[in-house]
């Protein structure tokens, strides 16, 4: 995919690869932790010198993993002196991992550092609670970083197989924007995807509504706030509907200031600092999201609100 914007001297380059969490198995945590350990070296280059390459050459990479998506970014100026360096080095590092056992051992147990400050945040702990019930057996019900006991069972030939099954070019997407043309775009492209085996796509993921339903959990903790997220599995990525409900939610409650929901519970009834709601289309249906954190003894009225809103917003529109 490829978008030319010649009004800076610069390129944007994303390669995702259907790859997140949801390709988790039953190892919660193991593409996180790939995320975290791609850049620990390959072959010809350790992590220093992969860092130091990008900082030398004023370029931003940046990886991540999410529930049904691996990303890898690369911001870079467009002058050949700049960018064919750097995409040598990116592609090397999206291709050839070596994953080694001293960086292993210390981003390990920095994960497990991460589970402890989760565990004592209640955000963090509503956020693993809906999702769990929200999803229940499906792959997104886990959360992306594991548990404490899931990591414990990730190996380094778990992070090789991982990266051996799904870092392919027939399941990678590849977006370029910025200043180049077509050709040099196919170029880039066509660099980055020979560098990777060619392999298959990934298996198509189950439907994600697996409520029958309604659910109300509660999770006891020592708080004085209440965190509370409502929701639904609702919009899958190529749903039509997409754009609509995009700019229905911003009016209901995405649009910051002013939304409908942060006009009745902040400004005129000062429920919650903020309340926001999402639509996240996914690979197969993503969760349409409620949240915000209240006085524990004002929660009972905030869920009251937001229930009486969205009942009105789905029964009457918008003026």
Not at 5 to 30: E, H, I, Q, T, Y
Request: charged share 15%.
């Amino acid at each position: 995919l490829f978008v030319a914007a010649p009004d800076l001297p610069m390129l944007d380059v994303r390669v995702v690869f259907n790859a997140g969490s949801a390709r988790d198995g039953d190892k919660f945590g193991l593409a996180s932790l790939v995320s975290q350990m791609l850049d620990e070296g390959t072959p010809t280059r350790s992590t220093d010198q992969i860092a130091n390459s990008f900082e030398g050459l004023g370029a931003s990479f940046n990886v991540g993993a999410y529930r049904d998506m691996f990303v890898a970014d690369l911001r870079v100026l467009s002058d050949n002196n700049y960018l064919e360096p750097a995409l040598d080095v990116f592609s090397d590092v999206l291709a050839h991992p070596i994953f080694p056992q001293s960086s292993f051992n210390r981003i390990f147990d920095g994960a497990q550092i991460g589970q402890q400050q989760r565990q004592q945040s209640p955000a963090a702990q509503a956020a693993i609670l809906f999702y769990q019930h929200l999803y229940g057996s499906h792959p997104y019900a886990h959360p992306s970083n594991g548990t404490p006991d899931s990591l414990k069972t990730i190996t380094i030939d778990d992070l090789k197989a991982f990266h051996q099954r799904y870092f392919v070019a027939q399941n990678a997407t590849i977006a370029l924007v910025g200043n180049v043309d077509t050709q040099t775009a196919k170029t880039i492209s066509e660099k980055i995807s020979g560098q990777l085996p060619l392999g298959t796509p990934a298996e198509l993921l189950p439907s994600g509504i697996t409520l029958e339903k309604a659910l109300h959990k509660h999770l006891n903790f020592p708080s004085q706030q209440t965190h509370i997220m409502i929701g639904q599995a609702t919009i899958r990525r190529d749903d039509p509907d997409y754009e609509a409900l995009y700019v229905g939610n911003e009016i209901f409650g995405g649009g910051g200031f002013g939304s409908i929901l942060m006009k009745e519970l902040r400004e005129k009834r000062g429920l919650t600092y903020g309340v926001y709601s999402s639509v996240a289309p996914m690979q197969v249906e993503g969760p349409f999201m409620i949240n915000l954190s209240t006085r524990n003894d004002q929660t009972d009225q905030s869920l009251a609100l937001i229930g009486a809103h969205l009942q009105n917003f789905l029964r009457n529109g918008v003026t």
